[in-house]
């Protein structure tokens, strides 16, 4: 296999002008418009037809991950201000039962401004049900990985998700150059969201609407929900000449048993519902080979799939290693980590279609889109541009099939 990590991000550019930058959603969700390339060929309709570009025997996967007020600005005595992102949980590690944790609680976190916070604690005060409530952040080691571990304690018995939903701020993405508004918390999450755990959204999720589930529903075409946390690392730019030099984030997968027997049965006919379902999917089967080599960690290497070579392990096969390992562990949900970056030359073994977005220039999701549909993805994207596309998070949508 030629080393993808030679890939050269220059070449993965294109002019995106910012009036093409979708600031805000459209009033109706499913309103927007859907590019759809298949067999090469690019076509165009409306989102709420979705169900009429997809055969009956397809099966959906979306991500329900729901975005969290991850944003906490605080403010020292002397006026300046530090902003305090949470990134993932550190202790206890496990989402829900962070989410949960009633008195203190400890995250990883960026801290925006940290040059003006180098010793001491900060605090927010709020009222919640009636009650003073003092927020208290102490930083609790130094900075590894670009991120800090920072010790949450308050005075109420409340638990840390209410804490969050009274204080924190809503994290859209940087390049919408705007601060969060009231209406945000309701369009900049899917209608299906369900467990907590992001500090973006699955930008493909944000189209659908009840009508347009019932429409899948009706035309007999399945689907299935797995959950991967969205990292700030998602709008990590890629600084580095060469692919091989950009670090993935590690990103926070569950998957029950349900879902994954759902899947392994309609192999050849996945449609994944964004990049971060394609992580997944794709992810699941190099645990699934992992577990066939007598590998017990549940986790993906950024360039492990490439690291395999030639690995004629066929996806039922790996996803039924997952199944006999969960009952075995008798486990009825698959909780694991993936760093898997998916660029040109990567091989798809569980995604046949994909709904998605339209990406940045130089990203690791337009690598991605590139390594599903080729060198077509400069036909694509040009198409969008000639016919007036929204583009980025609250853009419009594409239905792309592999080539």
Known sequence: MTDVRKIRIEDYDYVLPEDRIAKYPLSRRDSSKLLVYRNGNIGQNVFKNLADELSPDSFLVFNNTKVIQARLLFKKSTGAQVEVFCLEPFMPADYQLNFQSVGSCEWKCMIGNAKRWKEGCLFLETVIEGSDLVLRAERTGECTDNSFTIRFSWNLPVCFSQILEALGHLPIPPYLNREAEESDKRTYQT??????????????????????????????????????????????????????????????????????????????????????????????????????????????????????????????????????????????????????????????????????????????????????????????????MDNGFRFLSYGDSSLLFNK
């Open 191 to 384: 209608v299906y969201s369900k467990i907590e755990g992001s500090v973006a959204a699955p930008t493909a999720g944000l189209h659908f609407t009840d009508e347009v589930l019932q429409s899948l529903k009706t035309k007999g075409i399945g689907s299935a929900e797995i959950t991967l946390h969205v990292g700030a690392g998602t709008f990590r730019p890629v600084k580095s000449e060469y692919i091989g030099g950009h670090p993935m984030h590690c990103e926070h997968i569950e998957v029950t048993r349900g879902t994954l027997c759902g899947i392994k049965s309609h192999l050849g006919h996945i449609t994944a519902v964004g990049t971060t379902s394609v992580r997944t999917l794709e992810s699941l089967y190099h645990i699934g080979c992992n577990l066939l080599r007598g590998k017990t960690d549940c986790s993906v290497g950024q360039w492990q799939p490439y690291d395999e070579c030639a690995n004629n392990i066929a996806p039922a096969e790996s996803l039924q290693a997952i199944l006999d390992f969960m009952d075995g562990t008798g486990q009825d949900r698959l909780m694991a980590g993936t760093n898997i970056i998916i660029v040109p030359g990567y091989r798809f073994r569980v995604v046949d279609s994909l709904i998605t977005n339209f990406h940045q220039p130089r990203s690791t999701l337009l690598l991605l889109l590139a390594a599903f549909v080729g060198d077509d993805w400069r036909k694509i994207y040009k198409f969008a």
